[in-house]
Each structure stands twice: as C-alpha cells, then as structure tokens.
C-alpha cells in the first residue's frame, strides 16, 4: 500500500511538471495545465491516481506552504495601503453570489433551506490558484495583488459568519451561537497580530541559534502550521493563518533565508499534490440529468463573483481593467468551497444528489479563473498600477 501510494506520488509530480510545462507553451498559466492534469489522472477519467488520505494530507501542506511562500513575499505596506479596497471586493464578492446563486437554486425547484446553503456555499473565494498565477504574472506585490489577498481574509471571515448565521437559522450546526463565532475570529486576529509583530521576531532569532541542520526554515514551518491550526481551531480557513504567518516572517531579516530553503520543498513535492488533489475530488456520475443546472449555475458563479468583486474594486479607486483583473483573481471556489460542501453534505443542507454539481462548479471556476486572469492582466512584462 505504501509503495503503491509512492508510485503514484512519483506519477503526479512528473505530470505536473510535464502539464504546467506545455500549459506554457500554448500561451496559458503554468498552472492551468497542473490542473487539467490532476483531473485526467483522477476518478473522472483515467482512474490512474486514488483520492486518498495520505494525497488528501500532502494536498493540505501544500496549500499551506503556497499561501505561507505568497505572505513572505507580500509588501505588507502596500496592503495596508488598500485594505479598504479589499474590504470592498469582499462585501461585493459575498453579496452577488449569494443572491444570484439563490435565484438559480430557486428557479431549479431548491426548497428555500437548501437554496440558503448553496448560496452561502458559492460565496466563498479561494485565491491560493490566483496567487500562483499572479506569482507567474510578476504581480503578486502589485497594488491589485495587495487587493485581492486582503480580499481573501475578509472574505474568509464574511463567509465563515454568513455559515453560522444559516445554520443557526435552519436549527443546523454545532450549536455555537454568532456572538461566539465573532468572537473567535477576533481572538484569530487579536493573537495573530500581537505574535507577528512581537513573538515571531524574537522567536526566530533566539531559535537560529540552534546548532542543528537548517534552524531557520524549521522554525519558520512551525510558525506556519501553528498558524494554520490556530486559524483552523478558530473557524477560519487554515490558510489565512498559514498566509499570516509569512506575512509576520516577511517583516524579519529572515524572510530570503526561509523562501529560499521552503520554495524548493514545496514546489517539488506539496504544491504538486496540491493541484492534483483538486481534480481528484471530480466525477462525472450524476451529472448527465443535472447538466443544464450545473452550466447556469457555472455562468452564474463566475459572473457574480467577476461583477461583485470588480465593482467593490472600482468603487474603491482602481481604473476599470485593474477592477476586472481583481474581480477574475476572486472567482476561484477551490478547497474553500470544497470543505463548506463536505460540512453541508454532512449536515443535510446540501441534498446528495446536487453534491456532484456543485463539485463541478467549483472545478469550473478554478479551471478558468488562470487564463482569464492571465487576459485581465495582459503580458507578463507590462507594468503593474502601483498605489
């Protein structure tokens, strides 16, 4: 079993590599062909790579080293330069899709408990796609960068209390009432903005004294996964913590020496998995008598979230391509509306039989969110709208 699970950890490395590489080649993001690749290695057509807990486990680290890698390469003063713009793409990419996913649950005959779930559902943004294309695109530390990851915590917590506040509405849920979940995100914040300005620092240099092999990227790995299962343990999606965590380490003389030692593990081995994991979750059984539902409720997600999200950008200063290059960067559902599914799915507000369809929306946002951010921005080497 384990030399099996090997085998084809050896087999999607090599495939992501060999896809990202011909993505390239035909004008695309990198990362549009790693994640073709890991849906025609999954379950929904060739059947070669399982969905399994040790791919599940590595998929999660490598979501968390991405998002950890783009904090300590994140201009924390630029952010802070646009958190108003960020807080504006988040409330406009709640609001749309929610409306506008509940009318299309409606209209396909959801009751209204069902149609409030679904709509809280494709609410959520998930940009850790969108920071790999930006990295590719060279504007991760552009003022629209600085946007969309600020967006991607608010967003976060929008989402998060929208959930609580349907549950708690429909008698579903684990009881935890709003007060509770709001005071648990701000507890996140409160511990996570005193430990990176006071005990990150001090952490770091007291522990690169070690006399062991690599103390500094050791260290700087704790600090990102005891962020993520902070973030976690809080209700909040472990890679806003694992996101947090770089950011604080980006504020040290350490920061170089981390990315330079983390980027090769993550990007030879985690962030690999993590892309094909996505298309692994995918299977078409189900589908062929919910595929009008599935196509308007496609067009209905990406719009929304294009719309809602552009306009809280536009509305906030930027000029009109930048609004549509931050309003592609949100539609990505990816593992964030994967894991609202499963809670859904284990709570009866999201029917079995619409699982497979909202698995393949979320499929369908991740897969077109890189080439139509890569048209938004334009060429690679064209200059990024500073603050």
Known sequence: MVYHVIWQLALIIIAVKIAGDLSVRIGQPAVLGKLVIGVLLGPAVLGIVEHNVIVEFMAEIGVLLLMF?????????????????????????????????????????????????????????????????????????????????????????????????????VGVGTGVSIGVTIG?????????????????????????????????????????????????????????????????????????????????????????????????NVTFEGLGNQIWFAVVLSLMAVATKLIGCGLGARLTGFNTRSSVAIGTAMISRGEVALIIAAIGLSSGLLNPEYYTSAIIVVLVTTLVTPPLLKLAFGRRDAAPERA
């Open 184 to 280: 648990l995100k701000a507890l996140f914040f409160a511990v996570v903005i005193a430990a990176g300005w006071w005990l990150v620092p001090r952490l770091l240099a007291w522990l690169a004294r070690l006399k062991v092999t690599e103390p500094v990227a050791s260290i700087a790995l704790v600090i990102a996964l005891a962020f993520a299962w902070f973030a976690d343990e809080t209700g909040m999606a472990g890679i806003i913590g694992s996101f947090a965590a770089g950011l604080a380490i980006s504020r040290t003389d350490y920061r170089h020496a981390v990315a330079e030692k983390l980027e090769p593990v993550a990007y030879s081995i985690f962030v690999p998995v993590f892309f094909v994991n996505i298309g692994l």
């Open 69 to 169: 890698i783009a904090g300590l390469e994140t201009d924390l003063k630029t952010m802070k330069e646009n958190w108003l713009a960020a807080v504006a793409v988040a409330v406009g990419g709640v609001i749309m899709p929610f409306f506008g996913t509940y009318g299309v649950a409606l209209a396909f005959g959801f009751d209204q408990t069902h149609a409030l779930f679904f709509s809280t559902l494709f609410c959520a943004t998930s940009v850790s796609i969108s920071v790999q294309v930006l990295k590719e695109l060279n504007r991760l530390n552009s003022r629209e960068g600085a946007a969309i990851l600020g967006a991607a915590v608010a967003d976060d917590v929008l989402v998060v209390l929208l959930l609580a506040a349907i549950m708690s509405v």
